[in-house]
Protein backbone atom coordinates (compact mmCIF):
# COMPACT_ATOMS: atom_id res chain seq x y z
CA UNK A 1 0.00 0.00 0.00
CA UNK A 2 2.98 2.42 0.85
CA UNK A 3 4.66 1.57 -2.62
CA UNK A 4 1.58 1.89 -4.52
CA UNK A 5 0.63 5.62 -2.74
CA UNK A 6 4.59 6.51 -3.30
CA UNK A 7 3.80 5.56 -6.84
CA UNK A 8 0.98 7.95 -7.57
CA UNK A 9 2.30 10.71 -6.37
CA UNK A 10 5.56 10.24 -8.12
CA UNK A 11 7.55 9.33 -5.72
CA UNK A 12 8.55 5.96 -6.87
CA UNK A 13 9.05 5.38 -10.85
CA UNK A 14 9.44 1.59 -11.80
CA UNK A 15 8.72 -0.90 -14.42
CA UNK A 16 5.83 -2.63 -14.27
CA UNK A 17 7.59 -5.67 -13.82
CA UNK A 18 10.18 -5.10 -11.19
CA UNK A 19 7.36 -5.53 -8.19
CA UNK A 20 6.92 -8.89 -7.97
CA UNK A 21 4.59 -11.75 -5.57
CA UNK A 22 6.37 -12.60 -2.39
CA UNK A 23 6.12 -16.17 -3.99
CA UNK A 24 8.42 -15.47 -7.12
CA UNK A 25 11.17 -14.51 -4.97
CA UNK A 26 13.00 -17.98 -5.15
CA UNK A 27 12.62 -18.23 -9.32
CA UNK A 28 15.05 -15.42 -9.42
CA UNK A 29 18.68 -14.67 -8.85
CA UNK A 30 19.53 -13.88 -5.16
CA UNK A 31 21.37 -10.64 -6.03
CA UNK A 32 17.97 -8.75 -7.94
CA UNK A 33 15.93 -9.38 -5.37
CA UNK A 34 15.00 -6.93 -2.12
CA UNK A 35 12.34 -7.89 0.18
CA UNK A 36 10.29 -4.85 2.20
CA UNK A 37 8.71 -6.22 5.14
CA UNK A 38 8.00 -5.36 8.48
CA UNK A 39 9.44 -6.12 11.90
CA UNK A 40 12.94 -4.25 12.23
CA UNK A 41 11.50 -3.86 16.23
CA UNK A 42 11.69 -7.23 16.50
CA UNK A 43 7.98 -7.70 16.82
CA UNK A 44 6.60 -11.74 17.41
CA UNK A 45 4.40 -12.27 14.23
CA UNK A 46 6.36 -9.59 11.93
CA UNK A 47 7.57 -11.04 8.28
CA UNK A 48 11.03 -10.66 9.41
CA UNK A 49 11.10 -12.18 12.87
CA UNK A 50 8.64 -15.06 10.90
CA UNK A 51 12.09 -15.11 8.65
CA UNK A 52 14.62 -15.62 11.13
CA UNK A 53 13.06 -18.02 12.67
CA UNK A 54 12.06 -20.31 9.58
CA UNK A 55 8.45 -20.12 9.65
CA UNK A 56 8.19 -18.13 6.78
CA UNK A 57 6.51 -19.59 4.10
CA UNK A 58 8.09 -18.31 0.77
CA UNK A 59 11.33 -16.69 2.74
CA UNK A 60 14.71 -18.14 3.81
CA UNK A 61 17.95 -16.49 5.26
CA UNK A 62 20.83 -17.76 3.13
CA UNK A 63 24.46 -17.20 3.81
CA UNK A 64 25.72 -13.89 2.34
CA UNK A 65 22.09 -12.49 2.47
CA UNK A 66 21.87 -8.73 3.95
CA UNK A 67 19.35 -7.07 6.40
CA UNK A 68 18.75 -3.57 6.53
CA UNK A 69 16.67 -2.29 9.61
CA UNK A 70 16.01 1.03 8.35
CA UNK A 71 14.69 2.64 11.36
CA UNK A 72 16.03 3.21 15.26
CA UNK A 73 15.91 1.42 18.51
CA UNK A 74 12.18 2.10 20.28
CA UNK A 75 13.24 2.44 23.55
CA UNK A 76 12.37 -0.70 25.63
CA UNK A 77 12.62 -3.19 22.71
CA UNK A 78 16.71 -3.17 22.96
CA UNK A 79 16.54 -6.88 24.11
CA UNK A 80 14.10 -8.40 21.40
CA UNK A 81 15.44 -6.59 18.57
CA UNK A 82 19.61 -8.01 20.18
CA UNK A 83 17.90 -11.49 19.82
CA UNK A 84 16.74 -11.44 16.27
CA UNK A 85 19.89 -9.96 15.33
CA UNK A 86 21.59 -12.22 16.81
CA UNK A 87 19.08 -15.04 15.05
CA UNK A 88 19.82 -13.36 11.60
CA UNK A 89 23.66 -13.65 12.06
CA UNK A 90 23.63 -17.38 13.53
CA UNK A 91 22.24 -17.91 9.66
CA UNK A 92 24.89 -16.39 7.75
CA UNK A 93 23.24 -12.82 7.20
CA UNK A 94 25.11 -9.41 7.25
CA UNK A 95 23.32 -6.61 9.29
CA UNK A 96 23.81 -3.03 8.45
CA UNK A 97 21.84 -0.53 10.72
CA UNK A 98 21.33 3.43 11.09
CA UNK A 99 24.43 3.28 13.63
CA UNK A 100 26.96 2.33 11.31
CA UNK A 101 25.14 4.18 8.15
CA UNK A 102 22.26 6.84 7.50
CA UNK A 103 19.92 4.41 6.50
CA UNK A 104 17.20 5.47 9.17
CA UNK A 105 13.59 6.45 7.26
CA UNK A 106 11.82 7.55 10.28
CA UNK A 107 7.81 7.60 9.60
CA UNK A 108 6.86 10.44 12.29
CA UNK A 109 6.12 13.83 11.11
CA UNK A 110 8.76 16.24 11.22
CA UNK A 111 7.97 19.77 12.58
CA UNK A 112 7.18 21.44 9.29
CA UNK A 113 5.02 18.46 8.21
CA UNK A 114 3.00 19.14 11.68
CA UNK A 115 2.49 22.82 11.15
CA UNK A 116 1.84 22.10 7.27
CA UNK A 117 -1.15 20.19 8.27
CA UNK A 118 -2.49 22.27 10.89
CA UNK A 119 -1.95 25.28 8.05
CA UNK A 120 -4.22 22.92 5.64
CA UNK A 121 -7.21 21.60 8.17
CA UNK A 122 -7.08 24.74 10.80
CA UNK A 123 -8.71 22.47 13.39
CA UNK A 124 -10.50 24.02 16.22
CA UNK A 125 -8.57 21.89 18.68
CA UNK A 126 -5.31 19.95 18.52
CA UNK A 127 -4.88 16.99 20.79
CA UNK A 128 -1.34 15.51 20.18
CA UNK A 129 -2.02 11.38 20.77
CA UNK A 130 0.67 8.19 20.95
CA UNK A 131 3.72 8.57 22.85
CA UNK A 132 5.10 9.52 26.03
CA UNK A 133 4.14 12.81 28.06
CA UNK A 134 7.38 14.36 27.23
CA UNK A 135 7.03 13.35 23.37
CA UNK A 136 2.93 14.89 23.41
CA UNK A 137 4.35 18.06 24.98
CA UNK A 138 7.32 18.49 22.34
CA UNK A 139 4.40 18.21 20.00
CA UNK A 140 2.31 20.84 21.19
CA UNK A 141 5.52 23.32 21.59
CA UNK A 142 5.44 22.92 17.89
CA UNK A 143 1.75 23.92 17.28
CA UNK A 144 2.18 26.85 19.66
CA UNK A 145 5.30 28.16 17.87
CA UNK A 146 2.66 27.53 14.38
CA UNK A 147 0.62 30.41 16.04
CA UNK A 148 -2.37 27.60 17.57
CA UNK A 149 -3.62 29.02 20.39
CA UNK A 150 -2.35 27.50 23.55
CA UNK A 151 -5.94 26.94 25.18
CA UNK A 152 -6.79 25.13 22.48
CA UNK A 153 -4.17 22.37 22.35
CA UNK A 154 -5.33 19.16 25.12
CA UNK A 155 -2.88 16.94 26.57
CA UNK A 156 -4.17 14.04 28.52
CA UNK A 157 -3.13 10.89 29.96
CA UNK A 158 -4.15 7.83 28.86
CA UNK A 159 -7.81 7.32 29.87
CA UNK A 160 -8.55 10.83 30.98
CA UNK A 161 -12.21 12.07 29.15
CA UNK A 162 -12.43 15.20 27.35
CA UNK A 163 -15.68 16.10 26.76
CA UNK A 164 -17.20 17.93 24.04
CA UNK A 165 -20.37 19.87 24.64
CA UNK A 166 -21.54 22.96 22.50
CA UNK A 167 -18.03 23.50 20.63
CA UNK A 168 -15.87 24.05 23.97
CA UNK A 169 -14.10 20.77 25.06
CA UNK A 170 -12.91 20.18 28.31
CA UNK A 171 -10.31 18.26 29.76
CA UNK A 172 -11.92 16.35 32.95
CA UNK A 173 -10.31 14.41 36.09
CA UNK A 174 -12.37 11.12 34.87
CA UNK A 175 -10.21 8.61 34.19
CA UNK A 176 -11.62 5.11 32.73
CA UNK A 177 -9.55 1.52 32.78
CA UNK A 178 -7.39 1.29 30.12
CA UNK A 179 -5.17 -1.25 31.85
CA UNK A 180 -3.94 -4.56 29.91
CA UNK A 181 -6.92 -7.05 29.34
CA UNK A 182 -5.82 -10.86 30.15
CA UNK A 183 -7.08 -13.50 28.04
CA UNK A 184 -7.01 -17.06 29.40
CA UNK A 185 -8.48 -19.20 27.94
CA UNK A 186 -12.08 -18.36 27.18
CA UNK A 187 -12.01 -15.60 29.95
CA UNK A 188 -11.43 -12.05 29.14
CA UNK A 189 -10.71 -9.64 31.97
CA UNK A 190 -11.93 -12.15 34.36
CA UNK A 191 -8.29 -13.48 36.08
CA UNK A 192 -7.89 -11.49 39.33
CA UNK A 193 -4.43 -10.41 40.24
CA UNK A 194 -4.08 -12.54 42.72
CA UNK A 195 -4.22 -15.61 40.57
CA UNK A 196 -1.61 -13.71 38.65
CA UNK A 197 0.53 -13.03 41.01
CA UNK A 198 0.45 -16.86 42.17
CA UNK A 199 1.48 -17.71 38.57
CA UNK A 200 4.27 -15.52 38.77
CA UNK A 201 5.53 -17.19 42.08
CA UNK A 202 5.20 -20.72 40.57
CA UNK A 203 7.26 -19.69 36.84
CA UNK A 204 9.34 -18.12 39.65
CA UNK A 205 10.70 -20.61 42.49
CA UNK A 206 8.15 -23.78 42.00
CA UNK A 207 5.66 -24.97 44.56
CA UNK A 208 5.75 -28.07 47.35
CA UNK A 209 2.77 -29.66 48.43
CA UNK A 210 3.15 -31.86 51.58
CA UNK A 211 0.01 -33.78 52.44
CA UNK A 212 -0.32 -34.88 56.24
CA UNK A 213 -3.17 -37.85 57.51
CA UNK A 214 -3.83 -36.99 61.00
CA UNK A 215 -6.75 -38.21 63.20
CA UNK A 216 -9.14 -35.59 63.43
CA UNK A 217 -10.09 -36.71 67.73
CA UNK A 218 -6.15 -35.91 68.59
CA UNK A 219 -4.54 -34.67 65.41
CA UNK A 220 -1.40 -36.96 65.94
CA UNK A 221 -0.20 -38.50 62.07
CA UNK A 222 -1.37 -41.64 61.28
CA UNK A 223 1.96 -42.03 58.98
CA UNK A 224 5.18 -40.23 57.15
CA UNK A 225 3.73 -36.81 55.72
CA UNK A 226 4.14 -36.84 51.96
CA UNK A 227 6.28 -34.14 50.06
CA UNK A 228 5.68 -33.29 46.49
CA UNK A 229 8.21 -30.70 44.57
CA UNK A 230 7.17 -29.38 41.19
CA UNK A 231 9.15 -26.49 38.97
CA UNK A 232 11.22 -26.30 43.29
CA UNK A 233 14.28 -29.31 43.40
CA UNK A 234 14.28 -32.38 42.25
CA UNK A 235 13.46 -35.09 44.93
CA UNK A 236 15.92 -37.99 44.43
CA UNK A 237 18.66 -35.80 44.45
CA UNK A 238 17.34 -34.08 47.99
CA UNK A 239 16.74 -36.25 50.01
CA UNK A 240 18.25 -34.74 52.57
CA UNK A 241 16.33 -31.48 52.34
CA UNK A 242 12.94 -33.58 52.13
CA UNK A 243 13.35 -35.48 55.15
CA UNK A 244 14.32 -32.07 57.32
CA UNK A 245 10.90 -30.98 56.00
CA UNK A 246 9.02 -34.04 56.47
CA UNK A 247 10.63 -33.87 60.44
CA UNK A 248 9.51 -30.36 60.71
CA UNK A 249 5.71 -30.88 59.52
CA UNK A 250 5.79 -34.47 62.18
CA UNK A 251 7.37 -31.35 65.05
CA UNK A 252 4.42 -28.83 63.95
CA UNK A 253 1.60 -31.53 64.18
CA UNK A 254 3.23 -33.16 67.16
CA UNK A 255 3.24 -29.50 69.27
CA UNK A 256 -0.62 -30.15 69.68
CA UNK A 257 -2.37 -30.43 72.85
CA UNK A 258 -3.38 -33.97 72.10
CA UNK A 259 -6.73 -33.03 74.08
CA UNK A 260 -7.92 -30.66 72.03
CA UNK A 261 -9.69 -31.36 68.81
CA UNK A 262 -8.09 -30.35 65.76
CA UNK A 263 -7.56 -27.25 64.16
CA UNK A 264 -7.51 -27.38 60.36
CA UNK A 265 -6.88 -24.02 59.44
CA UNK A 266 -4.49 -23.15 61.91
CA UNK A 267 -2.36 -26.48 61.25
CA UNK A 268 -2.18 -25.68 57.47
CA UNK A 269 -1.25 -22.07 58.14
CA UNK A 270 1.45 -22.53 60.70
CA UNK A 271 2.90 -25.91 58.16
CA UNK A 272 3.08 -22.82 55.55
CA UNK A 273 4.70 -19.81 57.45
CA UNK A 274 7.22 -22.30 59.12
CA UNK A 275 7.97 -24.35 55.76
CA UNK A 276 8.15 -21.04 54.12
CA UNK A 277 10.52 -20.02 56.17
CA UNK A 278 12.71 -23.27 56.37
CA UNK A 279 12.89 -23.55 52.39
CA UNK A 280 14.11 -20.02 52.54
CA UNK A 281 17.19 -20.20 54.63
CA UNK A 282 17.97 -23.54 53.26
CA UNK A 283 17.56 -22.14 49.41
CA UNK A 284 16.85 -18.86 49.18
CA UNK A 285 14.06 -19.47 46.99
CA UNK A 286 10.50 -19.22 48.02
CA UNK A 287 8.51 -21.89 46.48
CA UNK A 288 4.82 -21.74 47.01
CA UNK A 289 3.55 -24.45 49.58
CA UNK A 290 0.60 -26.11 49.70
CA UNK A 291 -0.15 -28.09 52.77
CA UNK A 292 -3.00 -30.22 52.73
CA UNK A 293 -4.15 -31.77 56.29
CA UNK A 294 -6.10 -34.85 55.47
CA UNK A 295 -8.48 -35.92 59.04
CA UNK A 296 -9.61 -39.85 59.42
Known amino acids: TNVEIARKMGYIKHHPHT ?16 ILCTGAQGEEQAVLMRIANSEHKSVQIKPGDTIIFSSSVVPGNERTISRLKDTLVKKGAEIIHYQMMDVHAGG ?10 LSLLKPKYYIPIEGSQYMLRENAKVAEAAGFPKEKVIISTNGQVIEFEKGRAVLTNEILPTDYVFVDGLGVGDVSDIVLRDRKVLARDGMVV ?23 VYLKENKKLIEDMRERVRRIIRDKDPKSPLD ?12 GEFLFKKTERRPMVLPVVIEV
Request: proline content about 3%; hydrophobic content about 40%; cysteine-free.
Open 210 to 232: IIATVLSKTGALTGSPDIISRGF
Open 264 to 275: NMYTRNRIRNEI
Open 108 to 117: HAKNDDIKLI
Open 19 to 34: LIDIAQVNHLPDDKVI
